[in-house]
């Protein structure tokens, strides 16, 4: 049976690839994230393109009230979630503690960690009464290591490795598999919204080395939803190889 997979923050970067790999395969997709034009375009490209229903909902993850909103319309239409890939997230600033900016802390901590929260309350339940799914938390290797001026968003990814084993106790006894992908540094719209549009400082972060691509984390992502039903990865950290830990990356230039 054709399976459904819900992504967040699909308008761009892995949650697009991850869009455009699982429509390939056949999946039915449910859509995410702020930009509605971008949703819009998406659903139009993918549901001529394959055989899919493609059902989009756009709201900031951060309103609680949007999300239980989104999931009741989900279940209204008697959609089934059997993947939520939570990836929606972002970095906002890199700064240390002492000169951080509260309006880029709060928008990492309620969007990385909050709204990926309130996703999966509302998720969860469905996926315990249809009696299996499979969750997988976009991580990072922010939330492996801590780096320089990284301090906030670090700390939200560290919470999402958290959050990801203590998902995986609670729903281990209704069969529902908890994964973590965890990547080092892809190149997405990340740096420019973490650099408040500073196109050229963004450019900067992946110049002189092969930084992963969005495909790249898809293909670990599909990878890690088609093991065997009996099989569960718990935590894959997946880096572009010259990119040793969160600092210390190989550049020739
Ligand atoms: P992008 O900026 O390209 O994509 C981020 C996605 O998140 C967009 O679709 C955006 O949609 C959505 N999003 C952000 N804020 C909100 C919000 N408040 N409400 C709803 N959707 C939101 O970055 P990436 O693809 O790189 O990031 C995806 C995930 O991967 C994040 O969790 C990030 O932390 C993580 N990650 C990224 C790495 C990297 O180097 N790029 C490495 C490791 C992890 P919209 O703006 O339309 O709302
Ligand atoms: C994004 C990768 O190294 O900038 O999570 O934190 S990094």
Redesign the pocket.
């Known amino acids: 049976m054709q399976k459904t997979v819900l992504i ?9 690839a991850c869009a455009e790999l699982f429509a390939q395969n056949n999946y039915n997709l449910i859509l ?4 509605n034009d ?2 819009q375009n998406l659903k139009e490209k993918l549901s001529n393109e394959f055989d899919i229903k493609v059902v989009i909902f756009s ?4 309103n609680k009230d949007s999300v239980i909103k989104a999931i009741d319309e989900i279940k209204a239409q008697d959609l089934k979630i059997d993947i939520l890939i939570n ?5 906002s600033g890199l700064n240390t503690v002492q000169e951080g900016d509260y309006d880029d802390w709060e ?1 990492m901590i ?3 960690l909050k ?1 990926l929260l309130y996703i999966s309350r509302e998720v969860l339940p469905m996926m315990i009464k249809q009696e299996g799914g499979h969750i997988i938390n ?5 939330g492996k290591e801590v780096y320089p001026n990284g301090n906030v ?1 670090c700390a939200t ?1 560290h919470a999402v490795d958290a959050i990801t084993k203590g998902m995986r106790i609670d729903a281990v006894k209704h069969g529902i598999r908890v994964s973590q992908i ?12 973490r650099f408040h549009g500073d196109k050229n400082k963004a450019d900067a972060v992946y110049k002189g080395f092969e ?2 691509h ?1 495909e790249d ?1 898809a293909d670990a992502v599909f990878y890690v939803v088609n093991t065997p039903k009996h099989v569960n990865i718990n935590d894959l950290v997946i880096m572009p190889t010259a990119q040793a830990s969160a600092t210390i990356m190989h550049k020739t230039e």
């Open positions: 967040s923050g699909a308008t761009s970067g892995i949650g697009l995410t994230g702020r930009r971008r949703l709201f900031d993850i951060r990836n929606a997230g972002l970095a928008k309620d969007t990385n709204g976009i991580g990072s290797i922010a968003y990814k965890a990547p080092g540094a892809v190149e997405t719209e990340f740096s420019i919204v930084p992963l969005p984390v």
